[in-house]
């Protein structure tokens, strides 16, 4: 056994790769701190949105959407909100699924979900945007 692999805390498999937490895991960790900050603000700003909209008819919802302050900060919140998502379900399914073919599955899903979420959700947006 070579000195390298009796006092490293690597995994074999991190070891292969040459990633250790330094490597993965705090880019991870910044892109969820960076996510969950500017969640605050455009989640406010969903909310205010959304009780704006509340009070109005189809015709009124629609001019709404359609202003470009309004539309932008709707996508960037699906963009920041859905991204966040996938971050904190890769972290779960990464620590709680033990089977390595499950959690690549798993991991593959989780992309594709919140691609079909963020993507289905921003057409909405830009179609009731351009259509005001």
């Known amino acids: 056994m070579s000195q390298e ?28 701190r960076v996510t969950a900050v500017a969640n605050v603000p455009l989640t406010i700003s969903f909310v205010v949105i959304m009780l704006m909209l509340s009070k109005r008819d189809y015709a009124g919802a629609v001019k709404l959407v359609g202003q470009p302050l309004v539309a932008i900060l709707l996508l960037l919140f699906i963009g920041s909100a859905t991204y966040h998502m996938r971050l904190g379900m890769q972290v779960i399914i990464e620590d709680y699924v033990h089977s390595e073919g499950r959690k690549i599955a798993l991991l593959m899903l989780n992309t594709f979900f919140a691609i079909a979420v963020g ?9 009731i945007g351009f259509a005001g």
């Open 5 to 32: 692999s009796s006092t490293s805390l690597r995994t074999p498999l991190g070891r292969v790769r040459g990633l250790g937490a330094a490597k993965s895991g705090t880019d991870h960790f910044w892109k969820s």
């Open 119 to 127: 993507l289905a959700s921003a057409y909405a947006i830009l179609k």
